[in-house]
């Protein structure tokens, strides 16, 4: 629940998730879980994530996709 959560108002990657379902203190092996059986589009995240970046700040392609490879997404 609390993964599904963050994802309704934060555009994380997988590994994203993980990392903050790790740092609320949730066990390793149900962080996995959550971040294995979720129900949600990755890709949508990462287009959402990069939107976000655009809507404050200019970016290069190449910047953008540094950036997005820095909040763990995968190329």
Do not use: M, R
Not at 33 to 43: G, M, S
Not at 55 to 61: D, E, G, N, P, R
């Amino acid at each position: 629940a609390s993964a599904e959560q963050y994802l309704t108002f934060s555009h994380l990657s997988k590994d994203g998730l993980y990392d903050q379902l790790i740092f609320d203190k949730y066990p390793n092996e149900a962080a996995q879980y959550a971040v294995d059986t979720i129900q949600t589009d990755w890709n949508k995240h990462a287009l959402e994530s990069a939107n976000t970046y655009l809507s404050y700040s200019a970016f290069s392609k190449d910047n953008l996709s540094s950036q997005l490879l820095y909040a763990k997404f995968t190329d």
